[in-house]
């Protein structure tokens, strides 16, 4: 199974909320943008299910993370096989992992997935003053919470059903973009050498 020990650092705590704070804007932003300066549902319907498939596939990975084995890992990183590195650090760091997907990344988004829906209702209204505000809303509300319920259920059976499986290939994913940008999350920084070079 996944790695027990906690390897969060009151460091990473404010690192999160920081983070948490700037996603919550930029999620929020652009749901103002496609429904209020855009006026269009078409648009706001699109970043809607968009929130809810990050949502989602948050909870995929914050679950699997916790339940993978790094055993099958530490074989395929010995056999130099492209992600099986990145998957091995992930589940070394399945605390924090979790705590960024099943918290960070999924709060995030069902807030701002309940606030685009209401505002997506309020254009709805603004087009059809006949329609009752008040239950478009619940219904609207009801429907996204419904949607989002439903697609954690199936991603927690995804996710516990085939973990390693999961895990691998967001550690290909990973691979990919380290390979690409050069950037790795796990990479540490090189402590710096005395004059002595001790």
Known sequence: MGNNKSTVSGRYIVLVGIASLFLAIVFTFFSEYFTSKLNSIILALVFLVFVILINIAADVVGTAVTAASHIPFNAKSAKRVKGAPQGLQLIKNADKVANLTNDMLSDITTTVGGALGISIAMQIISLNPAISQ?????????????????????????????????????????????????????????????????
């Open 134 to 198: 008040f239950w478009l809303n619940i219904l609207v509300t009801a429907f996204i919470a419904a949607v989002i319920v439903s697609g954690k259920a199936f991603s927690k059976k995804i996710a516990l059903s085939h973990p390693n499986d999961v895990i691998f290939f967001v550690g290909r994913v990973l691979a990919r973009v380290e390979e690409t940008t050069g950037y790795s999350p796990f990479r540490k920084k090189r402590a710096p050498r005395n004059k002595r070079g001790e």
